[in-house]
Every structure is written in structure tokens, then in C-alpha cells.
């Protein structure tokens, strides 16, 4: 099955807007809606950039990390504990390549 890009598009700034109304009214730190807001949107931008890829070859420049975390920060660290690579700039859940956004 294969989405519709623009509909997908709209999806995701439904989304992204749900969540910046979930986190400024957010109701103590285990506030759920923030929660959910948060997994509305992870799986919106799934959904954009697989469309977008599907429809159009093109790819957004992030990346959504893994949820497991502990395995990836033992993987990601070289022996004096740097991040291995320094180019990228992790921002929470989601990662924006240098090199990407250099391009554009």
C-alpha cells in the first residue's frame, strides 16, 4: 500500500503541532499525552519518509534511533568513551547528518 507523500505530509504537522501542545501543556514529568503525542509522531515520520521514498526516491535527512539505548551507547563509544562519530549532532530520538543538511 503505498501513501500519498502530501497526506502523509499532513500527518506529520498534525503531529509535530500535537506534540508542542502536549509538552507546553504537559502536566508533571509522566505525563501520558505527552507519551502518546510522542508516539503519534515517531510513527508519522515513518510514515512521511517511507512515502516520500516510495513516491518520490527522496529521504529526509533524519533518522529515528533505536529504543535501546543501552546496547547502542556501549556500540557508539570508542575507548576513551568520545562518540565515535563526531560529525553527527543527536538531538533526543532523532540524529541530523552533517553532511546532509551541509548539501541542501
Known amino acids: 500500500m503505498t501513501v500519498d ?6 500527518r ?3 503531529a509535530l503541532e500535537a506534540h508542542y501542545h502536549a509538552v507546553a501543556t504537559r502536566r ?18 515513518e510514515v512521511y519518509d517511507d512515502a516520500l521514498g516510495t ?5 529526509t535527512p533524519f533518522y529515528l534511533a533505536e529504543d535501546d539505548d543501552d546496547e547502542d551507547d556501549e ?9 565515535v562519530d563526531a560529525e553527527d549532532d543527536y538531538d533526543d530520538d532523532v540524529l541530523v547528518d ?5 548539501e541542501r
Open 5 to 10: 507523500p502530501r497526506a502523509a505530509l499532513d
Open 55 to 59: 513516491v518520490h526516491g527522496e529521504a
Open 28 to 45: 508533571g514529568d509522566d505525563d501520558p499525552n505527552v507519551d502518546d503525542a510522542y508516539d503519534v509522531l515517531a510513527d508519522a515520520f
Open 75 to 83: 556500540d557508539d563509544e570508542s575507548a576513551d568513551g568520545d562518540d
Open 12 to 14: 506529520l504537522i498534525a
Open 98 to 102: 552533517d553532511a546532509v543538511t551541509e
